[in-house]
């Protein structure tokens, strides 16, 4: 992926320690002091320009949420993103009655529910501890269509044996994309490493937008276009298992 950004990224990126981690790895074990609470911690792997994650974080104030890139561009524009939306989230407080919900703040010297880390994938058992993440959401990822790059795809057994190793007892995954050779790859890849599947969709927004979702700048566009969007949970977490398989048993 070629991206032209403007000069001076990594100046801009570490102009702002409050919202970027420019180095995670430093945090392994450490991200709930980060963030100065004991929240559930969500992470966004390969978070393009930033709308779900600072979408979520707004939606979600008591998750913390960290959108994780590999391109320093994408990085800034995504800082770009949050510090917007969280504006926005402020000026509505302000002008919503008493009673109405608080907003995180986004201002100066305020704490965000977000953060920002420049970090890869291929490294990520070196930038969280065993059970520090809840919920990993893979959005978009790259179909990586020629079999030869299979072990590339953010769904190969390799990266889910990972994302294993760093989810605690309510870990889930959540996973969207566009590619329908992708999304068969990815539900054989779950079934073959013995993860159980749940609201698989084959067109998530059929219907008309699905206001319970997030959507990320590629979603906004596809759907725009009228192509389906293709998701799945993954439910991995032992508590979590239980009761996805108690809900089960309530349908019957």
């Known amino acids: 992926m070629r991206l032209r950004g403007r000069k001076g990224i990594r100046e801009n990126l570490e102009q702002q320690p409050e919202l970027v981690v420019l180095d995670p790895k430093q945090y392994k074990g450490r991200w709930s002091g980060l963030f100065g609470n004991d929240h559930p911690i969500h992470v966004e792997l390969g978070m393009g320009k930033g709308q779900f994650i600072s979408g979520m974080s707004v939606k979600y104030p008591d998750v913390n949420f960290i959108g994780m890139d590999m391109y320093d561009e994408l990085v800034r524009r995504g800082s770009e993103k949050v510090r917007a939306i969280h504006g926005q ?119 008309g937008i699905n206001e319970k979702h997030v959507m990320t700048e590629y979603e906004s566009k596809f759907v725009g276009k009228g192509m389906p969007i293709h998701r799945c949970e993954v439910i991995i977490g032992e508590a979590a298992l239980k009761r996805y398989h108690e809900h089960k048993m309530d349908e019957f």
Do not use: C
């Open 89 to 207: 989230a402020d000026q509505e407080e302000a002008d919503a009655p008493d009673e109405a919900i608080e907003a995180p703040s986004a201002g100066e010297g305020s704490s965000f529910n977000v953060r920002l880390a420049l970090g890869n994938v291929e490294q990520i058992e070196e930038i969280f501890a065993p059970g520090e993440i809840e919920r990993i959401y893979l959005n978009f990822s790259d179909p990586w269509p020629k079999k030869k790059h299979g072990r590339r795809r953010l769904t190969h057994p390799r990266f889910l044996n990972k994302y294993r190793s760093i989810l605690n007892e309510n870990g889930e995954i959540h996973f969207k994309t566009d590619s329908r050779s992708l999304f068969q790859f990815s539900l054989n890849s779950f079934a073959a490493t013995g993860l159980q599947m749940n609201d698989i969709s084959l067109s998530l927004h059929e219907d």
